[in-house]
């Protein structure tokens, strides 16, 4: 039995240098912000976490100009690093010059990085993703137009997307959805127009109509952010006023997109939250509990106002986007303000994050951050919050139709964990905070598996958020000799949790896999 032990041990051991998961976490980000219309002149920032216990080495370079800052992240701190704003804003709609506004982010081990753009009444942050994980295909989510602003040089403020190369001689060709100007020439609505990009280099396209939907497709993978240089985020159809808000997140690429979503209401609000769903494929069945089923093309979108009290279940017959937007405080009479947030599906929810909150500047005594978290209804007693129990008085509320739950949390400003006693119980979690004004919200984290690529079944190796078995789901087995999923195949997807991370397990689990390997 010993020398199994130390067999099991070993094995073990060279699972923990398997390749490095695709997800939101990584060690080099190229990134850039779309344009803030505020003008106050606050510069835009990265927030950078570390879930390494022995902290991260990142060196920060901006290529329009060559400065370079190299800083220390501790283990449980937040590092804010302020960027040149003209070195780093994408302007205008139309190719960067001077070698593009990107920013380059690398570091020795990996970091959870945000890029926060938080201007006086005119904030917004998004979940930088890594470049291990970026794609060629994408859509750009945007919101309705605030009209009639009359402020900064603007009359109706843009809708935007901005895209930055990753790799040299990259061709970026765009099929807007609406009808824009760029570098000086028009395009009509479905009109393509390819760019080339370097390494580094950024554009912008802007409209004064909504521009979700545009698909943005490259011979390389780049990075694409979306959203409006400022908006009010009502329904569309209804007077676009109140108080507003920049908006911008960074899409994922369309091969990790998935088609089961639960969607939770924001705290605060007390008048709804707006959600799209986002197709990229001709004929997508939408279903979302309480509404009609809706077929939609590529590149169409459903908009849905949910009541703040009600718990959605969404499904769809081909990968979709969905996005969920905080209405303008104006909708209901609460100290909140508009932002967007991507939601990702259950099939790339984490077993554990990271994450950070945003300091936002109008009124930083009224500021309050919040998280939204979703598990399995049977597995709520296993989560933690920074490593205890979720407290006594949280309130979980069953989506109907599913076998999950989800609650609302207030939490402190700063860097949390959450995670969950077993490392194949997966969990969704949303982070955003409201003052007067202002606001923020991203996703706390995602698996970025290509479920929504074509799949072919490989071996298990532990961790490397591969659809290994081709059944839609990453990571789901402990390497234990049981059917941990209920799918048939034993050991056929694995977690990180093999034995040797099973949490509180770890003389159980190795016990009983070792049995199952003796003669």
């Known amino acids: 039995m010993a020398r199994v032990l130390l067999s099991m041990l070993v094995m073990v051991a060279s699972f923990g240098c398997s390749q490095a998961a695709r997800d939101n976490k990584g060690t080099e ?18 927030f950078i976490a570390c879930p390494h216990p022995t902290g991260a080495r990142v060196t920060i370079t901006l290529p329009y100009n060559g400065d370079t800052d190299t800083v220390t992240v501790n283990h449980g701190r937040v590092e804010e690093v302020e960027l040149r704003r003209e070195a780093v804003e994408l302007r205008d709609s139309e190719k960067s010059d001077g070698g593009g506004r990107a920013v380059h982010i690398t570091s020795d081990v990996e970091i959870v990085v945000y890029g926060v753009f938080a201007e006086l009444k005119s904030s917004d942050a998004y979940l930088a993703l ?30 935007q997307f901005g895209v930055v190369g990753v790799h040299a001689g990259t061709t970026v060709t765009i099929v807007p959805s609406q009808a ?8 009509g609505a479905g009109q393509a127009f390819s760019v080339v990009l ?10 004064t109509e909504d521009l979700t939907g545009s698909k943005i497709t490259a011979t390389q993978p780049v990075a694409v952010l979306s959203g409006n240089t400022f908006a009010y985020c009502l329904p569309m159809g209804e007077r676009q006023r109140g108080t507003g808000d920049h908006l911008v997140q960074m899409i994922p690429p369309v091969d990790t997109w998935g088609e089961e979503f639960v969607t939770v209401p924001l705290s605060r609000h007390r008048g709804g939250d707006l959600f799209r769903v986002v197709a990229a494929r001709d004929n997508t069945q939408v279903d979302v509990t309480n509404e009609n089923a809706k077929t939609l093309n590529a590149g169409e979108f ?11 279940h969404v499904t769809t017959s081909e990968p979709v986007l969905l996005v969920q937007y905080s209405k303008t405080g104006s909708a209901d009479n609460t100290a909140t303000d508009p932002f967007m947030m991507i939601i990702p599906s259950v099939a790339q929810f984490e077993a554990e994050y990271t994450f950070s909150t945003v ?11 919040h998280i939204n978290v979703v598990t399995s209804s049977a597995d709520i007693a296993g989560l933690r919050l ?25 939490v402190s400003g700063g860097t949390h964990t959450v995670r969950h006693m077993s490392p194949i119980v997966t969990t969704g979690l949303f982070s955003y905070g409201f003052t007067y004004l202002e606001s923020y919200g991203y996703p706390g984290g995602l698996r970025l598996a290509q479920i929504a690529a074509p799949c072919s079944t490989t071996a298990p190796v532990p961790a490397d958020r591969v659809d290994n078995d081709c ?22 997807d694995l977690a990180i949790g093999n034995c040797a991370d099973h949490r509180r397990q770890y003389e159980t689990c190795l016990l009983q896999r070792c049995r199952n390997m003796a003669p």
């Not at 370097?198 to 409209?207: C, G, I, P, S």
């Not at 789901?476 to 048939?488: F, K, P, R, S």
């Open 180 to 187: 824009v100007e760029f570098d000086r020439r028009n395009y």
């Open 386 to 410: 920074d490593e205890q129990p979720l407290p006594s008085d949280t309130v979980w509320h069953d989506v109907p139709g599913t076998r999950y739950a989800a609650a609302q949390l207030t």
């Open 29 to 46: 980000f190229i990134l850039t912000f779309p344009e803030n219309f505020q003008r106050d002149q606050n510069r835009p920032k990265l």
């Open 471 to 492: 059944d839609g789901r990453v990571d789901e087995e402990l390497l234990n000799g049981i059917d941990d999923d209920g799918d048939g195949l034993i050991d056929e």
């Open 198 to 207: 370097d390494r580094f280099e950024t554009l912008q396209v802007q409209a």
């Open 359 to 369: 300091d936002l500047l109008y009124d930083p005594s009224r500021t309050t951050h």
């Open 130 to 159: 890594p470049t291990d994980v970026l794609g060629t295909e994408y859509y750009a989510a945007c919101s309705s137009i605030a009209r009639n602003r009359n402020q900064e040089g603007w009359d109706d403020m843009p809708s």
């Open 302 to 312: 459903w908009e849905i106002d949910i009541p703040s009290d009600e718990y959605r």
